[in-house]
Each structure stands twice: as structure tokens, then as C-alpha cells.
């Protein structure tokens, strides 16, 4: 993109304020320089104008949840492959996951990723620490050390941390430098070996089910060690209609805690495993419709802080096996916002509050500038058309591993432009 660029006629769409009006934006040395309904019409002084056709401009997405397999399994995803997935998806954003081989558990795992990003990655990408050394639930990582190196979270990855002390001590340690601590909702004895939701279905397909029991001890115990020790918490991929009214009773105590969904639990449930279907093993599993309908219910009133594309890349070989062998996992940066537009598409939620917990929501838990249409802030904006329709083919998808649920569903919204600090990252548009 050029240092002056104007684009117009276009739908405004803007979380952080409410707003959804046509107007215009002008882009000038990488950051929003003016917004507004004013600058709905072309006009002269700038270099370069792009006229949206009344498609919405939004801020680029933030995603909270990206696992690669960089360092040390590049066979799975690199940040290079994931960051031109992400752009694909509008995402210019995300929050890299410390489980990779090594794990990123300590100051130069921190550093590595935050270079390699720089030299590699289209779109922006910082590292979440690992809360306990090797992500084994044995030994707190040095957390305070790993902030300053830029780790904007800590989190055990996919293990919940199962020793209440080790978690209470952690928690003690971050509040005194205001660390956001993300804790897996997971019982683990509950749910080990685990293949789909526990249910009726589970029992009829022989399969071992987890049981929603698991999440909401989890929970119930890791909001309870929040509110003791002041911590800032977050419950990573809640699942249940139960733990997230548990989470807004403690937000009623006043306890610091805020709460993620994957994207995927708010489009499938149980029955969309079908027959064994490997690219449906996840964790947490699809849920029940109930729950389901309990989380939609939550984007519409602003209950849920972040939906994340909790995108976990997984080469063939660990997919097609049988569904008990088979790897968790899916792939979700490019239906990220799909998923979310087929709740606006059904009319359960508006485009303002499907977006907020993608734009600002996430941007602000992690103290950071973007992800809202305001002059000052980084120019990472996304241009779509929340209407055009297309067919999920995993052949088609960008990620370097193609194991996604939506493969063969059809989706409706894409991505026509992305923009990282005004430079565009992708472009999809034939006007």
C-alpha cells in the first residue's frame, strides 16, 4: 500500500465503538490517520483510492489460539505457512502457543519466535509462554523473565495443569506483574483417552466420551485460585453452557477472569463426528446442541471475551487412523470467520457482536493497539464481503497440514483484501 491511501464507499464496521455506517478510511504511514462517514466519497490528495463497493472494512482479526510446528516439527506448520493462512482468513493477528519441540518455555524460545516472525511471517505473531517447564505441570517456568522478552500470555498448551498448588503458587506470581494466566478447562483424569463428547451418541458409536463434568471442576477450581490470588485469568476453550455461567458469576464478584471459545463449538456438534470421522476429533469435543446454543447466546450478550480458531495442524498420518488413535486437532485460521458470519447469515447475532470477540475483544486482553477503527491505531484492516458463499475444500486451504471439519461444508463470507500496518497481505479481490 502506498503512504496516503483512501479507501471508500465502504461499510464501516467498528466493535470497539458499535458503530456500522458507510463511510471511509484514510491509511497514512501505516496507521489509521482518519475514519468516518466524511470520507464516503473519493476525493483528492491522496495517492492511491480504493473504492470497497460497499463491502465491509473491519479491523483485521485477532486469534488467540495458533498452534505451528515451529521449532522442531515444520512438517505440521511453519509461522510462515500459518501467517499466509491467517491472511487468507483476515487475521493479522495471532497468539502463538508454546507447545512445539522445544517448548517455549523460556527466554530464548521467546526471542526465536519473535525473530523468526519478524523475518517470515506476512501477519503479526507473539509468543505465549509456557506456564510450567516442558508444559509438564511439575515446575513453574520463569514467567517474569519471559514477559520482558515479550510473551504477552502463559499457558500449559493443551495440558491443564493438574496440581492446584503449582497452579495457586503460578497465579501469586504472575498478579504481582499483572501476567495473563490461561488455564486449559480440562480434568484430565476425567477425560484421558477421551474421543468425543460423553453422551448417548458416544455410547452407541463404542466410543469413550468426555464427560462436560471435567470442564466445569476445572473451572469452578482455577476461578476460585483467581479470586484468591487477584490474577488475571483466562479459561482457554470453554465449551459448556455451565462453565461459562460460571465464569459470569465470578466476573459478578468481581474477579478478574475473562474466557475464550474455539469457533469451531459454535458451528458443529456431537452428531457432526458422524461415522468416526477423524477431522472432528478435537478437544474440547462438539458438544452437545444445548451447549452450543448456551454459547451463541453468549457472543449475542457479550458474555465470551475471545473465539478462537484454536487452529492445531495435523499431517495425514496422524489423522487417518482410526478415530481412537487419531490425533486432536483441526485446522481453523481460514473459517475463522466464516464460522462466525453463519450466525449473522441465521440472524442470532449482529455482524457488530459476531466481530467483537475477534477485533477488540482479544486486542484488549492483551493490552494491545489494534483491532478497532480509530485514528492512531495500526492500519490491519480486512475487506469482505459477509454474503459470497464457497465451498470448504481442504485441497484449497493454505495451511501446510489440511485436517479441518468444515472440509466440504459450505461457507459463506470471504476475505478480499488484508492489511498488516497498510501493507496488504492479501488480495482476493477481482472487482
Known amino acids: 500500500m502506498s503512504r496516503s491511501t483512501l479507501i471508500w464507499n465502504a461499510r464501516l ?14 491509511v497514512e504511514d501505516g496507521a489509521i490517520a482518519d475514519v468516518g462517514p466524511h470520507l464516503a466519497s473519493v476525493r483528492d490528495g491522496a495517492a492511491d483510492a480504493i473504492d470497497a463497493g460497499r463491502r465491509v472494512l473491519a479491523p483485521g482479526l485477532v486469534d488467540l489460539r495458533v498452534k505451528t510446528g515451529e521449532p522442531g516439527l515444520e512438517h505440521k506448520e511453519t509461522l510462515a505457512t500459518a501467517s499466509d493462512a491467517a491472511a487468507a482468513g483476515g487475521v493479522t493477528s495471532f497468539v502463538v502457543m508454546p507447545d512445539t519441540s522445544p517448548v517455549i518455555d523460556s527466554v530464548a524460545l521467546v526471542d526465536f519466535i519473535n525473530r523468526r516472525a519478524r523475518d517470515h511471517a506476512r501477519v503479526k505473531v507473539y509468543p505465549a509462554g509456557g506456564l510450567t517447564v516442558g508444559l509438564r505441570g511439575a515446575q513453574m517456568s520463569e514467567l517474569g523473565l519471559m514477559m520482558e522478552a515479550g510473551a504477552v500470555m502463559f499457558c500449559n498448551g493443551d495440558q491443564a495443569v493438574e496440581d492446584a498448588g503449582l497452579m495457586r503458587r503460578a497465579m501469586q506470581y504472575a498478579s504481582g506483574f499483572r501476567a495473563l494466566i490461561a488455564s ?5 483424569a476425567l477425560t484421558r483417552g477421551s474421543v468425543m463428547n460423553a ?3 458416544a455410547a452407541r458409536l463404542g466410543l469413550r466420551g468426555a464427560p462436560p463434568e471435567a470442564e466445569w471442576i476445572a473451572v469452578e477450581r482455577d476461578l476460585t485460585l483467581a479470586e484468591t490470588t487477584g490474577c488475571r485469568l483466562l479459561i482457554d476453550c470453554l465449551s459448556t453452557g455451565r462453565a461459562l455461567a460460571a465464569v459470569e458469576a465470578a466476573r459478578a464478584r468481581k474477579v478478574n477472569a475473562a474466557c475464550t471459545i474455539s469457533a469451531y463449538s459454535l458451528f458443529f456438534n456431537e452428531f457432526d463426528v458422524g461415522d468416526y470421522l477423524t477431522y472432528c476429533k478435537v478437544f474440547p469435543p462438539f458438544r452437545a446442541e444445548a451447549d452450543r446454543q ?13 473465539v478462537v480458531s484454536a487452529h492445531d495442524p495435523q499431517p495425514p498420518e496422524d489423522k487417518r487412523l482410526p478415530i481412537a488413535d487419531a490425533s486432536y486437532g483441526a485446522v481453523g485460521l481460514e473459517t475463522l470467520l466464516s464460522a462466525l458470519l453463519s450466525l449473522v447469515s441465521d440472524e442470532r447475532v449482529t455482524l457488530v457482536q459476531a466481530l467483537r470477540p475477534v477485533t477488540c475483544g482479544p486486542a484488549d486482553l492483551l493490552g494491545l493497539p489494534q483491532g478497532r477503527l480509530k485514528a492512531g491505531a495500526p492500519a490491519d484492516l480486512i475487506l469482505f464481503d459477509p454474503d459470497t458463499p464457497w465451498a470448504c475444500r481442504r485441497e484449497d486451504l493454505r495451511s501446510r497440514s489440511k485436517n479441518s471439519p468444515f472440509d466440504g461444508r459450505l461457507l459463506q463470507g470471504r476475505v478480499l483484501k488484508t492489511w498488516v500496518d497498510g501493507r496488504i497481505v492479501h488480495d482476493a479481490w477481482q472487482p
Open 294 to 306: 448456551e454459547m451463541i447466546d453468549g457472543i449475542a450478550r457479550g458474555a465470551i471475551d475471545a
Open 199 to 201: 453422551g448417548a451418541f
Open 184 to 188: 486449559r478447562a480440562d480434568t484430565h
Open 13 to 26: 464496521v467498528d466493535p470497539a465503538s458499535g458503530k456500522d455506517e458507510r463511510g471511509g478510511l484514510l
